[in-house]
């Protein structure tokens, strides 16, 4: 069987586990949902007070936090498997997938399909169709298709990124339990500041989340060719159409380190 | 006489005050985190500050104080049901807890404000050091945390932050005590987890909701928590205003444990019932 | 070229620990010292095709190491190990795709998923030819007895019915060679005996190699035709089970009933009897008028120590024991313990 279709099994495999406990799966989809909805409140209530960020308007900031929050949703119910990494290998639940004659990384993709980060998934859906279609009446460019296509690709990149931070945080996990919740800046943190368009950080902000982490090549310069606007900052239009690549690259990378996080991982046997 | 009588709950608290500390590496972790989400949403918010330049009801350093603070002490607010009391009402274990010569919901209180305050202590002292010295050191005293307002308002912002803690674990045990009804603890957990992230402050400051929203944030006890002690400490609280807002919190605290009492009263009969 | 070659594998781990005493709260932000374990120390050996080695030894000796890096899980600091010809830890898929490992502990199987669809996906996962797994499959739940529960989900099972799908699951793949870490733990009597049964048969019938970690005595004499024992991470003992009892052969337990020679509590010995004790170091007991004597028949003779008890006080009863397994074991591992200057006992 190949890789894909083994990955599709576990997943069919994982949703219907999930599917055993119905009441559960849809209180905790209906409560992310709530909780997420709770903070998108207190942006609400911001713009309610001062009327404008900057020169960004509130259906902007809804294009930016839509776009975050629906690619970041599905990166998390992708990376469970990866997320949960520290337990499993104290609960030495890692060793069993280590004695497979398959990829680390397929194996603990397939571990979960987490189905009730759909909630996340719709609210920040409702948000971002809320954000694009105040953009397009007010003169988007992109038309249907264009914006389809520009989001679909900025998604890819953004799941993409988001993916190869938690790989990255299942590598930390190997070496310490207890300070994980540092990489919670990137994914919970990526996702909180990635609802805002990067102009309002200061430098070394912007930079290590455009060259380091590079979140705003996912989120801010796509969502730019979205609500149809120029960079403040000055970049080319058409940065948008390149950048979401960023995110695979850096996912490309995270595969290298998880390779090299294994090696360390079997010869100190944590 | 009260002290004999006390006695079991203080021990009770210093046993479980000591075991967080222990926390040592994940409080750094935290500490890091905190200090990330709080520059984000102090930047966010000096960004709206500048653009408007409007007449809020909080000074642009005064909304940034608001969220450092926030940050540091995070750790009390009720956001997560106790794991080990959740189990323990769920699997119907409280009865044998029951059967202990303690008067349980105040052992379950005692247990609550340690665990809320040791972690928040362990992560709010660097949190300070780091947004009210290093920030304006590096020259960056427009998003740093403002010293108190005076000497007597941290005196009693201290006084206020553990009435706050109070007040936490209150609403903390009547959110456990729920358990006793439903089956799951979904629900719960999620409506605390929503209700205290929009109207304890952490979100964004309380003042900064529209005006029309004021007078629910007022008459609710979330805002006992945290924006009490914040606003004495950045002095938006009238000094004759304070004697008043404490009071207020301590009504809170003991009113919401009464609560929280009754509700583990009737519960607890349930389960003994049940268990027959 | 024997099946499984192990050249003097060394592993040490290295662990940061919070230090201890005043002030320790403060300087554990800070500082960690290092804690080094030696987990194996130059350990050799080989195993032939159709083997059923037992290998034991006390919690932390090194048993879970060595199977770690036996299936490809773990890589020594030094040393060589081929199995099939493969280097478990650097051609790890191609080798797990031959050996199949149970771990007691933990289930390798689905929680919620029925017994047979968790051997299904690992058909999948392992890339079985469907025709070939087929067979396998229905003849291991026909062996195994699993059919009663085969639509049940893994987490409704008990400890035993688990246990049979487990070691079902592991060779589905008809590997050559089968890893069992601590297998019958936790079982009831039935249990383990259906356990042991299909391992001696899977073996016997079919060859497969068999490496069994245990602390059940009873598993290892019903089981091995090879026992290796492990202590502080050295190979302490290897041959076959008769290690253990020449080691039997040596020691005997004599309990002497005695009676006071003046009525009330029978005193400790004296004279000769107390200087023979001392001079063979043989340990003993006293205890409401039964004595217990652990003596080495080579430093003291059983009659010679009889005789030597009669000359002091009235015998009522003697019997005479070789020690249970487990106290031989127990002995080998107190006599092996502490790692480098222990004389290591090999075949």
Same mark, same amino acid.
């Given at each position: 069987?190949?890789?894909?279709?083994?990955?599709?099994?576990?997943?069919?495999?994982?949703?219907?586990?999930?599917?055993?406990?119905?009441?559960?799966?849809?209180?905790?989809?209906?409560?992310?949902?709530?909780?997420?909805?709770? =903070?998108?409140?207190?942006?609400?209530?911001?713009?309610?007070?001062?009327?404008?960020?900057?020169?960004?308007?509130?259906? =902007?900031?809804?294009?930016?936090?839509?776009?975050?929050?629906?690619?970041?949703?599905?990166?998390?119910?992708?990376?469970?498997?990866?997320?949960?990494?520290?337990?499993?290998?104290?609960?030495?639940?890692?060793?069993?997938?280590?004695?497979?004659?398959?990829?680390?990384?397929?194996?603990?993709?397939?571990?979960?399909?987490?189905?009730?980060?759909?909630?996340?998934?719709?609210?920040?859906?409702?948000?971002?169709?809320?954000?694009?279609?105040?953009?397009? =009446?007010?003169?988007?460019?992109?038309?249907?298709?264009?914006?389809?296509?520009?989001?679909?690709?900025?998604?890819?990149?953004?799941?993409?990124?988001?993916?190869?931070?938690?790989?990255?945080?299942?590598?930390?996990?190997?070496?310490?339990?207890?300070?994980?919740?540092?990489?919670?800046?990137?994914?919970?943190?990526?996702?909180?500041?990635?609802?805002?368009?990067?102009?309002?950080?200061?430098?070394?902000?912007?930079?290590?989340?455009?060259?380091?982490?590079?979140?705003?090549?996912?989120?801010?310069?796509?969502?730019?060719?979205?609500?149809?606007?120029?960079?403040?900052?000055?970049?080319?239009?058409?940065?948008?159409?390149?950048?979401?690549?960023?995110?695979?690259?850096?996912?490309?990378?995270?595969?290298?380190?998880?390779?090299?996080?294994?090696?360390?991982?079997?010869?100190?046997?944590? | 006489?009260?002290?004999?009588?006390?006695?079991?709950?203080?021990?009770?608290?210093?046993?479980?005050?000591?075991?967080?500390?222990?926390?040592?590496?994940?409080?750094?972790?935290?500490?890091?985190?905190?200090?990330?989400?709080?520059?984000?949403?102090?930047?966010? *918010?000096?960004?709206?500050?500048?653009?408007?330049?409007?007449?809020?009801?909080?000074?642009?350093?005064?909304?940034?104080?608001?969220?450092?603070?926030?940050?540091? *002490?995070?750790?009390?607010?009720?956001?997560? *049901?106790?794991?080990?009391?959740?189990?323990?009402?769920?699997?119907?274990?409280?009865?044998?807890?029951?059967?202990?010569?303690?008067?349980?919901?105040?052992?379950?209180?005692?247990?609550?404000?340690?665990?809320?305050?040791?972690?928040?202590?362990?992560?709010?002292?660097?949190?300070?050091?780091?947004?009210?010295?290093?920030?304006?050191?590096?020259?960056?005293? &427009?998003?740093?945390?403002?010293?108190?307002?005076?000497?007597?308002?941290?005196?009693?912002?201290?006084?206020?932050?553990?009435?706050?803690?109070?007040?936490?674990?209150?609403?903390?045990?009547?959110?456990?005590?729920?358990?006793?009804?439903?089956?799951?603890?979904?629900?719960?957990?999620?409506?605390?987890?929503?209700?205290?992230?929009?109207?304890?402050?952490?979100?964004?400051?309380?003042?900064?909701?529209?005006?029309?929203?004021?007078?629910?944030?007022?008459?609710?006890?979330?805002?006992?928590?945290?924006?009490?002690?914040?606003?004495?400490?950045?002095?938006?609280?009238?000094?004759?205003?304070?004697?008043? &807002?404490?009071?207020?919190?301590?009504?809170?605290?003991?009113?919401?444990?009464?609560?929280?009492?009754?509700?583990?009263?009737?519960?607890?009969?349930?389960?003994?019932?049940?268990?027959? | 070229?024997?099946?499984?070659?192990?050249?003097?594998?060394?592993?040490?781990?290295?662990?940061?620990?919070?230090?201890?005493?005043?002030?320790?709260?403060?300087?554990?932000?800070?500082?960690?010292?290092?804690?080094?374990?030696?987990?194996?120390?130059?350990?050799?050996?080989?195993?032939?095709?159709?083997?059923?080695?037992?290998?034991?030894? %006390?919690?932390?000796?090194?048993?879970?190491?060595?199977?770690?890096?036996?299936?490809?899980?773990?890589?020594?600091?030094?040393?060589?190990?081929?199995?099939?010809?493969?280097?478990?830890?650097?051609?790890?898929?191609?080798?797990?795709?031959?050996?199949?490992?149970?771990?007691?502990?933990?289930?390798?199987?689905?929680?919620?998923?029925?017994?047979?669809?968790?051997?299904?996906?690992?058909?999948?996962?392992?890339?079985?030819?469907?025709?070939?797994?087929?067979?396998?499959?229905?003849?291991?739940?026909?062996?195994?007895?699993?059919?009663?529960?085969?639509?049940?989900?893994?987490? @409704?099972?008990?400890?035993? @019915?688990?246990?049979?799908?487990?070691?079902?699951?592991?060779?589905?793949?008809?590997?050559?060679?089968?890893?069992?870490?601590?297998?019958?733990?936790?079982?009831?009597?039935?249990?383990?005996?259906?356990?042991?049964?299909?391992?001696?048969?899977?073996?016997?019938?079919?060859?497969?190699?068999?490496?069994?970690?245990?602390?059940?005595?009873?598993?290892?004499?019903?089981?091995?035709?090879?026992?290796?024992?492990?202590?502080?991470?050295?190979?302490?003992?290897?041959?076959?089970?008769?290690?253990?009892?020449?080691?039997?052969?040596?020691?005997?337990?004599?309990?002497?009933?005695?009676? %006071?020679?003046?009525?009330?509590?029978?005193?400790? %010995?004296?004279?000769?009897?107390?200087?023979?004790?001392?001079?063979?170091?043989?340990?003993?007991?006293?205890?409401?008028?039964?004595?217990?004597?652990?003596?080495?028949?080579?430093?003291?003779?059983?009659?010679?120590?009889?005789?030597?008890?009669?000359?002091?006080?009235?015998?009522?009863?003697?019997?005479?024991?070789?020690?249970?397994?487990?106290?031989?074991?127990?002995?080998?591992?107190?006599?092996?313990?502490?790692?480098?200057?222990?004389?290591?006992?090999?075949?």
């Amino acid at each position: 069987m190949t890789g894909t279709r083994l990955y599709w099994r576990l997943v069919g495999i994982s949703i219907r586990s999930q599917m055993q406990y119905k009441v559960s799966f849809i209180l905790q989809s209906l409560g992310q949902m709530i909780v997420t909805g709770g =903070e998108f409140l207190g942006i609400w209530a911001l713009f309610d007070r001062f009327g404008t960020l900057q020169e960004w308007a509130f259906h =902007e900031i809804a294009v930016l936090y839509g776009l975050a929050n629906v690619a970041f949703s599905v990166a998390d119910a992708l990376t469970n498997g990866f997320d949960s990494a520290g337990y499993l290998i104290r609960k030495g639940e890692f060793d069993r997938v280590m004695v497979r004659p398959r990829s680390t990384v397929l194996l603990l993709l397939g571990y979960e399909f987490t189905v009730r980060r759909i909630g996340r998934f719709l609210q920040g859906a409702a948000i971002l169709s809320y954000g694009l279609v105040v953009s397009s =009446e007010s003169g988007a460019p992109l038309g249907l298709v264009g914006t389809a296509a520009t989001l679909l690709w900025a998604i890819v990149g953004a799941v993409a990124l988001f993916v190869g931070i938690r790989i990255i945080q299942a590598c930390v996990s190997f070496k310490t339990v207890q300070s994980i919740e540092v990489m919670n800046v990137f994914t919970y943190g990526g996702v909180y500041a990635s609802g805002y368009p990067f102009t309002i950080y200061v430098r070394w902000f912007r930079m290590l989340f455009t060259y380091g982490v590079p979140l705003a090549a996912v989120t801010y310069y796509p969502a730019l060719l979205l609500m149809g606007r120029l960079d403040p900052g000055g970049a080319v239009r058409w940065i948008g159409w390149v950048s979401p690549i960023a995110g695979v690259a850096f996912l490309m990378v995270s595969l290298v380190i998880w390779r090299f996080a294994l090696r360390w991982y079997s010869s100190t046997g944590t | 006489m009260i002290r004999s009588a006390a006695r079991p709950y203080l021990a009770f608290f210093a046993a479980r005050f000591r075991s967080q500390l222990q926390y040592r590496a994940a409080a750094w972790a935290g500490v890091v985190t905190q200090i990330f989400f709080g520059l984000v949403s102090v930047m966010v *918010l000096v960004a709206f500050y500048r653009a408007a330049g409007t007449d809020a009801p909080l000074t642009q350093s005064q909304s940034v104080s608001y969220v450092w603070l926030g940050q540091a *002490l995070l750790l009390i607010l009720p956001f997560r *049901l106790d794991p080990e009391l959740r189990e323990m009402i769920q699997t119907g274990d409280v009865a044998y807890e029951l059967a202990r010569p303690v008067f349980l919901p105040l052992s379950w209180f005692a247990r609550g404000v340690a665990d809320r305050v040791a972690p928040a202590l362990l992560r709010a002292l660097p949190q300070f050091a780091f947004s009210m010295l290093i920030l304006p050191w590096i020259g960056w005293e &427009e998003i740093a945390l403002v010293p108190p307002a005076s000497a007597a308002a941290f005196g009693l912002f201290l006084v206020s932050a553990v009435l706050g803690s109070l007040v936490a674990a209150a609403i903390g045990l009547i959110a456990a005590a729920t358990l006793f009804w439903t089956i799951a603890g979904h629900g719960t957990s999620i409506l605390v987890q929503t209700i205290v992230w929009v109207l304890s402050g952490v979100s964004i400051p309380l003042p900064l909701y529209p005006e029309w929203f004021q007078p629910v944030i007022r008459a609710l006890p979330f805002r006992a928590m945290l924006d009490t002690p914040f606003q004495i400490y950045l002095g938006t609280t009238e000094a004759s205003a304070v004697g008043g &807002e404490l009071l207020m919190q301590l009504f809170w605290a003991v009113g919401l444990f009464v609560l929280a009492w009754i509700l583990i009263g009737r519960g607890s009969r349930r389960v003994v019932v049940q268990g027959g | 070229m024997a099946l499984i070659e192990v050249d003097s594998i060394c592993k040490r781990y290295v662990r940061r620990a919070r230090t201890t005493g005043r002030g320790a709260a403060l300087r554990g932000l800070f500082v960690r010292e290092k804690v080094v374990t030696d987990a194996l120390s130059d350990v050799s050996f080989t195993i032939e095709a159709g083997e059923l080695v037992g290998y034991i030894g %006390p919690n932390g000796a090194g048993k879970s190491t060595t199977v770690k890096l036996l299936a490809g899980i773990l890589t020594p600091d030094s040393g060589t190990c081929r199995i099939n010809g493969l280097v478990p830890w650097e051609e790890r898929r191609e080798h797990v795709a031959r050996i199949g490992v149970v771990f007691g502990q933990r289930t390798q199987l689905w929680w919620d998923l029925p017994v047979i669809e968790s051997f299904d996906l690992l058909a999948d996962i392992y890339r079985l030819d469907r025709t070939h797994y087929e067979t396998t499959r229905d003849r291991l739940i026909d062996r195994l007895s699993i059919g009663p529960f085969l639509e049940q989900p893994v987490r @409704q099972l008990s400890l035993g @019915q688990r246990m049979r799908a487990d070691l079902a699951a592991s060779l589905l793949h008809r590997p050559r060679i089968l890893f069992l870490d601590e297998p019958t733990i936790g079982l009831d009597a039935p249990g383990k005996l259906a356990i042991r049964d299909f391992v001696r048969t899977i073996n016997a019938e079919e060859g497969v190699t068999v490496i069994l970690t245990t602390h059940d005595m009873d598993d290892i004499e019903a089981l091995s035709s090879r026992l290796m024992i492990i202590n502080s991470g050295r190979i302490v003992a290897d041959g076959a089970p008769s290690i253990l009892t020449d080691e039997l052969a040596r020691n005997r337990e004599v309990v002497v009933d005695v009676t %006071p020679a003046h009525g009330g509590e029978a005193r400790p %010995p004296e004279g000769t009897l107390a200087a023979a004790l001392e001079r063979s170091r043989t340990r003993w007991s006293l205890e409401g008028g039964r004595f217990r004597f652990d003596v080495d028949p080579t430093v003291l003779s059983v009659p010679e120590l009889i005789r030597l008890v009669g000359e002091q006080y009235t015998m009522r009863d003697i019997s005479i024991e070789t020690a249970p397994i487990e106290e031989v074991v127990r002995r080998i591992y107190a006599r092996t313990d502490g790692g480098a200057n222990a004389p290591t006992a090999s075949s």
